[in-house]
């Protein structure tokens, strides 16, 4: 095979200097390399020494290089794991991402109960107490979750007047907001009560309601949401309403009270002759 499989051997035009080359002679600075059996010299900058020429190897990875995809690889794994918020998840548990979700959410419920839970990543409360929601969630699967991160939605919190953390509200239909309040571990047994109270079935005897005039209004009036609400026309009075208005029944006179009847002797008298 004629591969370069060449051995160079260095040699310096000294008295010790290289036997290998022969007859070739000594030559000070020159390189003796040999090329299958032959032997030819050329300059090289080496002073003394031996050189192989063979085939090439290969390198092993800088260092720099195994750092960079080792921190390439540890900033991936981290990019993978999930927030507190986002384990334990149940199918009816769902975040919500505008105002305008919010407030679709809950007229889409229906007469079905929603619970609305406001959290911060960074409260310790909020981050114990999830795991528990979690299981009410997964024992009431006719409920729904409905969670706003304040983080994320901190102008539509405050036009709700939300700024403690957790804090739930809770929704149902035509009756509008039934309660909220603030608990946490140690105060669970405020949700544990109000989820008894309010999750039984109720049917709605009116429209739904969802978030409550107040609330639509001061969505409405932050400029940083995105949100537009409507205010119903007040209904006019018709002509019968008017009638009945302007011309109400009059009250009826009380009865002239008989004329009293005098005892004294005239009339006594009077009463005698049949007058």
């Known amino acids: 095979m004629a591969a370069v499989q060449a051995m160079a051997k260095v040699s310096v035009g000294s008295p010790g200097g290289n036997r290998a080359a022969g007859s070739l002679g000594r030559r000070r600075g020159a390189v003796a390399v040999r090329f299958g059996g032959s032997w030819s010299w050329r300059k090289s900058p080496f002073v003394g020494g031996r050189m192989a020429v063979g085939p090439r190897r290969s390198r092993p990875a800088s260092r720099n290089l195994v750092a960079s995809s080792v921190q390439v690889s540890m900033n991936l794994s981290f990019g993978k794991t999930m927030k507190w918020w986002e384990k334990g998840l149940q199918p009816n548990m769902r975040a919500i991402h505008t105002a305008q979700d919010l407030a679709d959410s809950l007229i889409n419920a229906g007469d079905g109960l929603v619970i609305v839970d406001f959290f911060s990543p960074g409260c310790a409360g909020c981050h114990a107490l999830?795991?528990?929601?979690?299981?009410?969630a997964e024992r009431s699967p006719d409920v729904q979750f409905l969670q706003v991160n304040f983080?994320?939605?901190?102008?539509?919190?405050?036009s709700l007047h939300v700024h403690v953390f957790p804090f739930f509200r809770f929704y149902r239909g035509a009756q509008g907001r039934l309660c909220s309040?603030?608990?946490?571990?140690a105060t669970i047994k405020k949700f544990?009560?109000?989820?008894?109270?309010h999750r039984p079935d109720r049917c709605s005897l009116g429209?739904?309601?969802?978030?409550?005039?107040?609330?639509?209004?001061?969505?409405?009036?932050?400029?940083d949401l995105k949100f537009t609400y409507t205010r119903e026309p007040e209904v006019a009075p018709t002509m019968d309403d008017a009638t009945e208005i302007i011309t109400p029944d009059l009250p009826r006179l009380p009865t002239p009270p008989k004329p009293l009847v005098r005892q004294g002797s005239e009339d006594r008298a009077l009463v005698s002759l049949g007058r």
């Open 207 to 223: 429209p739904i309601r969802g978030l409550e005039e107040s609330e639509l209004l001061a969505l409405t009036a932050n400029k």
């Open 130 to 136: 999830h795991p528990k929601i979690c299981q009410f």
């Open 192 to 197: 544990k009560d109000a989820l008894a109270k």
């Open 151 to 158: 983080e994320e939605h901190k102008s539509m919190c405050h």
């Open 181 to 185: 309040f603030s608990c946490t571990n």
